[in-house]
């Protein structure tokens, strides 16, 4: 049992599956662990029946929706924190951080929670957006993140920023798994893929940021010379972006790509993969699918911006390409394809490291003076 127990409240729009709702999971769940009482305020969503079977408690409340009434919760957010009598407000997404800061800025100076907002993407500068950076501490998932926000909103005192990197759990990521044998031989059934074909794996949305249309481009010119391979794209379409969805299966029409969806066994396709991708225009916060799959022991090619970069510096520097160099890019992937390099374990970026450090960043807060 922690020695001061701590009433620590998350906000955020809803508990689908995206990182930012695993993160708040993945800390809910460090919290109950270590004595604290968590509570997570959200729309709702698929992740609510596992984050109250790990013990914490959810609050259903719609501060994600995008209308004018959503500003009538600030009151009863507000009064719902009153009772809670929560030590902590933890601020992760712009519009439920909004209402959380209204209803926080009402309460007694005195008594109300300390406030953490933490900064998990490359937002555009607004003022909608520094929200994110008004927090007493400011998370950022990752240096670049940091440097984002010291950069563009130098108005943040550098003492509030700390860099807590988002983490894995090692032991779900196991370097040098391979895929299950009947697994891998029924999607290579399903998909139609030769065993004696390489992969390629770019996970990732069918969103104009992700790169798709680069990854049509390499496979096309690495099998019009003589590379025979085979790409795989993880990952489902935004409903929003239907249209360009239908451009990507367009631009693919005849060429060796395989669209899989959104999938639940990404980590079995990682470990069946002979190269994974991160081909993102715009740099990624962090870099997760790199992370997962260099944990794996698969190698990445990526383009070196955001997140991304600095994770390939850090774990395979020979993975990285200038961005938007796809004539590099092609070499590089035929050269690892060529003579697959050794990718060391990782023992970096762990989730354990994350949890600690934020549930520490907690603690020293809710003990700190108050302004």
């Given amino acids: 049992m922690a020695e001061r127990s701590l009433t620590v409240v998350q906000l955020l729009p809803a508990l689908g599956q995206g990182g930012v709702e695993r993160g708040t999971v993945e800390i809910a769940a460090a919290l109950v662990a270590a004595g604290h009482r968590a509570l997570v305020v959200s729309g709702g969503g698929p992740l609510v029946q596992e984050l109250e079977a790990l013990g914490a408690e959810h609050h259903r409340l719609p501060i994600g929706a995008k209308s004018l009434r959503t500003l009538l919760l600030v ?137 798709h249309e680069t990854f049509v481009r390499l496979v096309a010119s690495l099998n019009a010379a003589g590379q025979p391979v085979c790409g795989i794209v993880a990952g489902g379409e935004d409903a929003r972006r239907r249209a360009y969805a239908r451009s990507i299966y367009a631009a693919a029409d005849g060429l060796p790509i395989r669209f899989i969806g959104a999938r639940r066994d990404l980590r079995d396709w990682m470990a069946l993969a002979d190269v994974v991708l991160s081909l993102s225009s715009q740099p990624e916060s962090f870099g997760r ?58 023992t970096k970026f762990s989730l354990a490291r994350m949890q600690q450090a934020t549930l520490a960043l907690y603690a020293a807060l809710a003990d700190a003076p108050r302004h």
């Fill in 75 to 211: 009151r009863q957010l507000r009064t719902w924190l009153e009772t809670a009598r929560a030590d902590i407000l933890h601020l992760r997404s712009r519009l439920p951080a909004w209402i959380g800061w209204l209803a926080w800025r009402a309460m007694d100076p005195a008594t109300r929670p300390r406030l953490v907002t933490t900064v998990h993407g490359f937002y555009s500068v607004s003022r909608y957006s520094a929200i994110m950076t008004r927090g007493e501490r400011v998370i950022a998932v990752s240096d670049a993140i940091g440097q984002y926000v010291q950069t563009r909103y130098p108005q943040t005192p550098p003492q509030n920023i700390h860099v807590i990197h988002r983490g894995i759990d090692h032991g779900h990521y196991p370097h040098g798994l391979s895929a299950d044998p009947d697994w891998a031989a029924e999607q290579r059934s399903e998909w139609d893929l030769e065993e004696d074909v390489p992969l390629l794996l770019l996970p990732g949305r069918l969103t104009r940021l992700k790169g």
């Fill in 289 to 346: 699918t790199v992370l997962e799959a260099l944990a794996l022991g698969r190698p990445v090619v990526g383009f070196d911006h955001g997140g991304v970069g600095e994770i390939l510096a850090q774990l395979f520097p020979e993975g990285a390409v200038g961005l938007g160099d796809e004539e590099t890019l092609r070499s590089r992937v035929t050269e690892v394809l060529a003579k697959p390099p050794a990718v060391e374990p990782v």
